[in-house]
């Protein structure tokens, strides 16, 4: 435990900096995080394919560089996906004596599963308003954790999923929910005293993320449980030390910043970026 705390002590003050930053050092942050992510999640499930791997990066690596017109250009995103398909097939195919389709697959889904859901959160913090409302996507996910702790702690008795977390209820989960969602409505109704935001129910949007995000992020910590259960490994990586991998330790926030990212596009009608 005291590990943990102080990893989360030191590392806390750096995520707040880049991403109040934004730009160039939060896009790079985020790519480099997206890379070692991918490398935990290829350890565990495509060990020693280092062909599939390469072509898995450098496909990471020019969505990454390129992610905003990746995203927003017409139909871009799709020729990415498609691309990137056809590459991992062909691949396949002529490398069937060393690798196979399960593979493959797994190539695809960790780019998808880690870097594509991460870069969320530079899209965000580069979206309008993001710079505030980015913040929404730490304290949904930290603030599930939490509340699902102590509540789970002090009125937990029925188990969620037990054979994939054994220590998780269903009181803790909707402990995490509430509490995810008070704090969302709070922050929402501090920052629209302060600042404008034309067009925006401010309020909504926060309650809307804490709630489905909070959920969401119960969901990204049980799909990582079942992945490393399959994989049989206790944890992704040992970058953090008393935390974990990349995918240990944001495999919440991997969920709750897509949630937000989409909530805004619906209901801040601007263009984003």
């Not at 730009?23 to 890379?35: D, E, V």
């Amino acid at each position: 435990m005291k590990t943990r705390v102080i990893s989360a002590l030191i590392l806390a003050p750096i995520l707040i900096v880049l991403v109040a930053m934004g730009g160039l050092p939060l896009k790079i942050s985020i790519m480099i995080l997206g890379m070692v992510g991918m490398r935990e999640f290829y350890q565990a499930f495509s060990k020693g394919n280092n062909g599939l791997h390469t072509i898995s990066y450098l496909f990471a690596l020019f969505y990454g560089v390129f992610m905003e017109q990746v995203i927003n250009g017409d139909n871009y995103f799709n020729i990415f996906v498609a691309v990137f398909l056809v590459v991992l097939l062909v691949y396949t195919v002529i490398c069937h004596d060393k690798t196979n389709a399960v593979e493959g697959m797994s190539g695809f889904f960790g780019f998808f599963y880690v870097f594509f859901l991460l870069s969320h959160i530079y899209l965000i913090r580069e979206f309008m308003y993001g710079k505030y409302l980015v913040w929404l996507v730490f304290s949904t996910a930290f603030g599930t954790d939490t509340g699902a702790y102590f509540v789970g702690i002090k009125f937990g008795k029925h188990k969620l999923i037990p054979s994939l977390s054994p220590k998780k209820t269903v009181e803790g989960a909707i402990g995490g929910i509430v509490t995810a969602t008070i704090l969302a409505l709070i922050y929402g109704t501090l920052i629209d005293g302060f600042f404008v935001f034309d067009g925006v129910d401010v309020v909504l949007l926060c309650g809307l993320t804490g709630f489905f995000g909070s959920f969401l992020a119960q969901i990204g910590d049980l799909a990582a449980s079942a992945m490393k259960r399959m994989a049989g490994i206790k944890d992704f990586g040992k970058l953090i030390p008393g935390h974990g991998g990349v995918l240990d330790r944001f495999d919440s926030v991997i969920l709750t910043a897509p949630a937000l990212y989409y909530i805004m596009l619906f209901l801040i009608e601007v263009a984003p970026l």
